[in-house]
Every structure is written in C-alpha cells, then in structure tokens.
C-alpha cells in the first residue's frame, strides 16, 4: 500500500504535469541568415524570441563571414534547401507567426513568397534587409524588385529603416514627415502595415513610423546613445512577432517591440564584445527588461 508521502509525489507531479502542459510556449518560424559575431541575424532573433516566451523554428537562408565592423562574403543557401527546410519543420510543429530576415536574392524571395502565399507561412513580418549595418551592400536590384512585387503585398508588417525604405519606395527621406510618405507608399505596395525606423534620422530623437491602410503613427523614441547597436532591427522584427504570436494586435506588436528594443540598447551600452558595433541585451542580462507575455493567448 503507497504511504502519504509517495501520494504527495504523485499529486506534485501530477501538478507539473498539468502546469507544463498548460505553459506551452507558442512557435514562431524565422527565416534568417547567420552573423558569426553573434550580434544580428538568426542569433538576435533567438535571443529575443527566448526572451519573449515564444519558441523559435529557424531556417537558415544566407551564410556570411563578417566580424564586427565589416561584412567579407554572403552566400545564400539553395531555394530548395530553404523550403525543404521550412517544410519540414513546419508539418512538424504549427507556428502562430513568421519573421523574414535577410534572403539576399530574388529566388529566395520568390520562393519565401510562395510559402505565404500558400500559407505554409503566416502573421508574417518581414525585414527587409537589403545592407549591412556597416552599409555593405547585401541584396541587388533584382531582389529589391522582388521585396515590392512579391513579399511586400503578402507579409502583415514589413519593417524597413530609412535607407531600405528609400530603396523600396524611391522616396528620399530626410524628415519625420517623409518617414509617413515612406510607410504610406508601403501599404500602398499591399502591406497591411509598413513600420519606418527612425534609426538613421539622426537628432536627438528615434521615431518609427507605423502606417495602416487607414491610420498613421507616430512612435516617439528618445536616442539612445551606444556603439552597441548591432541586430536591432532583427530585434525589432522578431519581437513584433513574438507578439503578434501570442496575441497583440499589430500596432500593440509594434509598440512593445519597439520598448523591448529601446531597453535591450540600454543595457548593452557599456559592453564591449568585438572592436567594432556590437550586440544588444536581448535576454536582459542588464537586469533592465521585464518583457510582457500576457496577451490573448499563450500557446499553440
């Protein structure tokens, strides 16, 4: 006959059983290249979807050398591998939402169109990464055309800054208000929302700008001065699915992204990894995040 005691185990796991089962994280897919330095990239998108609660199912899209300061190569991995990759992560575990990070070539945009389009992905935000941070020039004309043709009109929110925007849009932006042109046109393009990051704006400031199809936003930001600024906008595009995944809205994804970045900076500001720009505190090392996971839902 089982004592008192081993009746108390039983109901203690039982407990953890059901609290696990209760807890399970939701999933988000991200597609992504892979920054050796750990900063930007694959990297900061786990990181932050780690820091969030949510679950990460990555693709890899490009391979790169780089360091801190400079971007040396980029090879972008074969579309087919890309797919098979996503296909068969996803027939496994079901996602809530998808982040699009660097792709590098027209065909890998092309194919990760026809992934939404299909609804393999979906909830999808996508960051155009179209340089490097150092300014290094990482897709060419032809998949700049394709982002507007192809992943533009299909994603939920794209998340350019002021130099990728420029180059989507054709609009020099050089103001506040031109940021709105910018975010305008996007949605014009088909996206139901388009974020222009402020980042490069320069000034004490770091507005975004958050367009729908009928409301403008503008998100003040105060600067935050660091030469540790590495992967924020991966970081920004991952949070926001993070959200979206566990049940904000699309301008409340933005705006607590946007926080969870301007936080992440601010503990990052005394490291030192690298020589040149480095990573932000994602995973709150600092102590300074205390991100919000209480949405419409928690779990696949």
Same mark, same amino acid.
Request: proline residues 4%.
């Given at each position: 006959m089982a004592g008192p005691c081993l009746h108390a185990?039983?109901?203690?796991?039982d407990a953890l059983v059901n609290r696990a089962v209760a807890s399970t994280p939701t999933s988000v897919a991200v597609v992504a290249g892979v920054d050796p330095t750990g900063g930007a990239g694959m990297a900061a998108d786990l990181r932050t979807l780690a820091a969030l609660g949510v679950h990460a199912v990555p693709a890899v899209s490009v391979l790169t050398v780089q360091d801190s300061r400079? &971007? *040396?190569y980029v090879e972008p991995v074969a579309p087919d591998l890309l797919v098979r990759q996503l296909e068969v992560a996803l027939h496994d575990i079901p996602t809530s939402a998808a982040k699009i990070g660097l792709l590098a070539s027209s065909r890998l945009v092309e194919v990760v169109a026809s992934l939404i389009r299909s609804g393999t992905l979906h909830n999808v935000v996508v960051d155009p990464v179209l340089a490097?941070?150092?300014g290094t020039a990482i897709a060419n004309d032809a998949a700049t055309a394709?982002?507007?043709?192809l992943l533009v009109p299909r994603c939920t929110i794209v998340t350019?800054?002021?130099?990728e925007a420029e180059r989507l849009t054709g609009i020099k932006i050089?103001?506040?208000e031109e940021m709105t042109e910018a975010a305008e046109a996007l949605c014009g393009m088909g996206a139901p929302f388009a974020v222009v990051k402020g980042g490069h704006l320069g000034g004490g400031d770091a507005p975004d700008v958050v367009a729908g199809h009928d409301? &403008? *936003?503008?998100?003040?930001?105060?600067?935050?001065?660091?030469?540790?600024?590495?992967?924020?906008?991966?970081?920004?595009?991952?949070?926001?699915?993070?959200?979206?995944a566990t049940g904000w809205s699309p301008v409340e994804a933005i705006t607590k992204a946007k926080h969870f970045v301007a936080v992440a900076i601010a503990g990052a500001t005394s490291w030192q990894i690298g020589f040149g720009n480095g990573p932000i505190d994602q995973l709150g090392w600092s102590g300074l995040l205390r991100p919000e996971r209480e949405p419409g839902q928690a779990s696949n």
């Open positions: 185990l039983r109901r203690n796991a400079n &971007v *040396e490097s941070s150092s394709a982002y507007v043709e350019p800054n002021i130099p050089t103001t506040t409301f &403008v *936003e503008v998100l003040a930001g105060e600067r935050i001065t660091s030469h540790n600024t590495r992967g924020t906008g991966c970081t920004l595009s991952s949070a926001i699915a993070a959200y979206l």
